[in-house]
């Protein structure tokens, strides 16, 4: 639908009634130029962009796996939605996370297809005392490279968490409602509503403000956090460990708001965002889905942030899909026991997930930047944290990476792996060309091999 | 308001003496109440001789070191059951060899005797737990306020409900519930939301003049009093705001952050104005311009976003007389060391567990006079405050979670095959159940009502959907309600929370009922189970699919009870309407519980549960109230409090505030364990 050729920022901004500063950015920089070795970012290339989106209950992998690898692969039918983008993107099949499995703990699939989905951690299994994960690839990235825009990174989803009972077998909800997680005890909230979302990313100033009360109210915030932060210092030193493990995520937030001020300071001559508020979250979850891609579509445009997570639902979401003529519920069905009636619903699921990724690909592809696209300059990951929903198993995982990473990924094909590589292996591949480079993370071993030819 | 706090100090040594004083008498009425206690050596010899060797003749084929079975490994245990860490383990043990559950009916049984003696040597091991040894009274993580506390605490501090809270991303639950301090976690876009939010309300706040004259409560008289006046406003709010007396140096912090923003902002040149002090006066007049720097909103707007404010902050030891206290403690060799909660501290669990809320003045009036520890204080507190409107928190936040009525806003029977359920028929299930746990707080009812009340409240919409006649209106009313629905479990509500979108579930209803009910959760499935097929009626009716799913004998050990009380409840469809028939089969609820009880019908089923299950039910209510209370999950020395709160329920007829009144004067609620114990 937005694949039509030439055509302009403004217009399609337009469409959707903002008008705002785009930053220009210079031309790709062709991987050539680069040297073989290097896939880190070249000094003045356009910024690079990574976001995580995670799908729940896994998927009826028969069709979902291309049957040949290499260029020229067939879509097979979940994936056909995808046919505009093929040549973008790579199917990545054979990834494992190790740590999403018991290892002793248990029941809790679920739970734990969520919190090792980017960190690769194996979770502490409690529902309440103690919860521990991992650091994860975003915020990995965020935590080094996000001081380049205004927010280091956004975390957004369309259910929020569960507001009461249990989660998953002794797994704090906490670790099925988030992927992003900033410590290992800091899970980020992520934003439901697409109106908070615009806000936060867009609605920095007030609409009349002039410029000298702008000044003034950054100037208060700043003398606040100071305050606050001297508080906080005070007291940790008074304080037991759990408790100045709170305070510590209290600091880091503080710090993080100074530095968006900062930012908003540096921003103060752009113009104003003049845009129609989006509603809050649409009855219909299609229209939600569609808005919350919408705002990663502009985040990255504006470079408000580079670094951004999406979960299309919570891990083991029961929600129905009543919009495609299915109205049991997705983690229902995900127990399918090989009946073919809840296999075909479950692939009409994992379609309808699909289209709106697709959605999403061809609104990144219709934005040109420098010589080619933003999506160019993306890398998309897309996939579950379990492989197929009855068997609960967390190998051979489904994921796929969009974009071209600019210019350093040699997408339009399928790549199958040995069993048992680390899906870790492909975050830290992911980070390298962020220029946020890792020494490992969660079971990785290495980098992964075969995104270039 | 709370006068000087150095008062507040000198006072506190004496406070502390008498509730140790206090805590003492208590703690030996509690040991009297007990059975008594079989020394744990004679326990050990009993274990070695009875227990392990059946284990290992009948458990260790599955329950061994190596990949066992639900995870269980049994061969740990050797020459103890190490009770006083895995008490919770053990009753489960007892209580699947009990009801014949242990071992499957594949492998092969112990013959009665056998059973008994293992059965009693298992019991001797859980009757050894101590409590009358050190006291372990836990330790609670500070605790970020929660969305709701957030709202209710803003509006009690300023009295207006913006309900600022609204936007805050939601809070994760653990334990069940959103209030448990190590799961609410501070992001940074919380952060930057309290900021937000802290300067909204300060505007807000002050164009509203009632909410105004609650922060500024002293005015100016002349110039020279400005700064006086402004202090005495600052301690004024931060005093209700941090929930405690602050100390002076806290207050000047506060003014030092207001002199220098006064001090530098641009408004400075503008207005020529470089004292830093205006009256409020002025502060009216200024009119069009952006107040926001205005002394008092500043500083306002800072305190609102200070983690005194945000975090319920218990210390370890901040106070002298308290940490003089704790040496003596450690010396006299306690091996964990305790502290007393201050009064401050009390009124603010107090009011945080019943209102979701700061403490009012009467609170924070008792806690100054020192008089909040007093068992008769705390028990017309409780009183008081469940008499309160803002008890209605107990309703939306404990009941909505503990029932999982929040759940009921996101639900969506198929329409298809549930056509009659709507938007309203939703909002009145909710309120029916909301109205009923309303009215056992209000009219202090037994807690047994929520397995036997043979009322209700209902609407038209409701009474149409339950069958009963004469219901005119949209106004809920008590009704008798007809033969079969009895208690809460026969609400459309929870009928509908456990059911899927196109069909009922016995299954979930009966592991909802286990769990929440009678705290007898079933350990989940294994994965790649096989799964009941929807709508395949060929294969006989949903019950009859069930019973040959679960052919399988180490399916049935935990379905046998699960499915006994899920079908009992079959004759409520998945949005709880009546019926007598699914599909073309006729329901059959009959059923049977551990230890040969029958049952023909839903309302038998609830009296057998009633009758029979009333230690289970109440303890788990307890347990639910307690955790939700303190905002932690409870360890093994919980089970102590527990025990006392269910004495104490006990003799006055498992009365809701019998319940309430227990947990406040329980050790957790009253005590700390300190650094080294974490």
Known sequence: MLTRPQVSRRTLLRGLGLTLALPTFDSLTPRMALGATSVAPAPGAAPRRMACIFVPNGVHVPDWIPSSTGFGYQLPYILEPLASVRDDMLILSGLTHDRGRANGDGPGDHARSASVFLTGAQPRKTDGSNIRSGISVDQLAAQQIGGATRLPSLELGCEAGRGAGNCDSGYSCAYSSNISWASESTPVGKEVNPRLAFERLFASGESGETRRSRQERIALRKSILDYVADDAERLQKQLGRSDQRKLDEYLSGVRQVERQIEHSEQESKQAAVEMDLPPGIPQEYADHLRLMLDMMVMAFQTDSTRIATMMFANAGSNRNYRHIGIPDGHHDLSHHAGDPVKHAKIREINRFHISQLAYFLQRLKAIPEGEGTLLDNCMILYGSGLSDGNRHNHENLPILLAGRGGGTIDSGRHVAYSTETPLCNLFLSMLDRMGAPAPYIGDSTGKLTGLQV | ?678
């Open chain 2, 1 to 678: 308001m709370f006068g000087v706090s150095l008062s507040v100090l000198m006072s506190y040594r004496t406070i502390v003496a008498i509730a140790v004083m206090g805590a003492a008498l208590l703690w030996d009425a509690r040991v009297d109440a007990q059975p008594p206690i079989p020394p744990v050596p004679e326990a050990d010899a009993l274990f070695v001789q009875q227990v392990a060797p059946f284990l290992a003749k009948h458990c260790y084929s599955c329950h061994g070191s190596e990949d066992a079975e639900a995870d269980l490994s049994l061969e740990r245990f050797q020459d103890s059951a190490n009770i006083q860490e895995e008490y919770a383990l053990w009753q489960r043990v007892l209580r699947m060899l009990e009801e014949r559950e242990m071992p499957p009916a594949d492998q092969p049984q112990p013959d009665e005797e056998e059973l008994h003696a293992v059965g009693l040597a298992v019991q001797a091991q859980l009757d050894s737990f101590d409590c009358s040894g050190e006291q372990r009274p836990g330790r609670v993580t500070i605790r970020r306020l929660n969305r709701a506390e957030y709202n209710n605490t803003i509006r009690d501090l300023v009295g207006v409900d913006f309900q600022p809270a609204a936007d805050f991303p939601s809070d994760d639950v653990g334990h069940g519930f959103d209030n448990i301090a190590d799961v609410l976690s501070m992001s940074p876009i919380l952060l930057e939301k309290y900021l937000a939010a802290a300067e909204t309300i300060v505007d807000q706040a002050f164009e509203d003049p009632e909410a105004r004259a609650k922060i500024e409560r002293f005015s100016a008289e002349s110039r020279d009093q400005r700064r006086e006046t402004l202090e005495k406003n600052v301690r004024a709010f931060v005093e209700r705001a941090f929930r405690r007396p602050v100390s002076d140096e806290e207050v000047e912090r506060v003014l030092t952050l207001v002199d220098a923003v006064r001090g530098s902002g641009p408004e400075r040149g503008r207005r020529g104005r470089g004292d830093g002090q205006r009256g409020a006066d002025e502060q009216r007049e200024a009119g069009q311009r952006r107040p926001s720097n205005e002394p008092l909103r500043l500083a306002c707007t800072a305190i609102l976003t200070s983690p005194h404010f945000l975090f319920r902050i218990e210390q370890d030891a901040e106070q002298e007389g308290e940490s003089e206290l704790l040496t003596e403690a450690a010396a006299a060799g306690d091996a964990v060391s305790v502290r007393p909660l201050n009064d401050y501290e009390i009124a603010t669990r107090l009011a945080y567990f019943l209102w979701s809320s700061m403490p009012d003045e009467e609170l924070f009036d008792l806690a100054a006079k020192g008089e909040l520890r007093q068992t008769p204080t705390l028990h017309a507190q409780v009183e008081r405050m469940l008499a309160d409107p803002k008890a209605r928190a107990l309703v939306d936040n404990f009941a909505g979670q503990w029932l999982q009525l929040r759940d009921v806003a996101s639900l969506s029977p198929d329409p298809e095959r549930y056509p009659a359920f709507d938007e309203e028929l939703r909002a009145a299930m909710l309120q029916e159940t909301e109205l009923f746990f309303a009215a056992i707080i209000r009219e202090d009812r037994s807690v047994l009502d929520f397995l036997g009340a043979d009322f209700s409240y209902v609407n038209e919409r409701l009474a149409q959907h339950y069958g009963i006649a004469d219901v005119q209106g949209q106004e809920f009313r008590r009704v008798a309600l007809p033969a079969q629905r009895r208690g809460v479990l026969t609400h459309a509500s929870i009928l509908l929370l456990t059911s899927n979108p196109t069909r009922t579930s016995p299954v979930k209803r009966g592991q909802w009922i286990l769990d929440n009910f009678l705290g007898e959760p079933p350990p989940p499935p294994p994965p790649g189970i096989e799964e009941l097929e929807d709508d395949d009626e060929t294969l006989g009716s949903l019950r009859e699919r069930m019973e040959q799913h679960r052919a399988n004998p180490s399916c049935a050990v935990c379905h046998r009870q699960m499915d006994a009380l899920g079908f009992g409840l079959e004759n409520f469809d998945a949005i709880g309407a009546w019926r007598e028939t699914d599909g073309r089969f006729a329901i059959d609820p009959a059923g049977e519980l551990p230890g040969n009880q029958h049952f023909s019908s839903p309302a038998e089923l609830m009296q057998v549960l009633a009758e029979q299950k009333r230690e289970a039910f109440t303890r788990r209510l307890a347990e639910k109230l307690l955790t939700y209370g303190l905002g932690r999950g409870l360890g093994p020395y919980d089970r102590c409090a527990v025990n006392a709160v269910l004495d104490h329920a006990a003799a006055e007829e498992f009365r809701f505030s019998a319940l309430v009144k227990a947990i406040v004067i329980s050790d957790p609620f009253l005590f700390r364990e300190l650094k080294g114990a974490e």
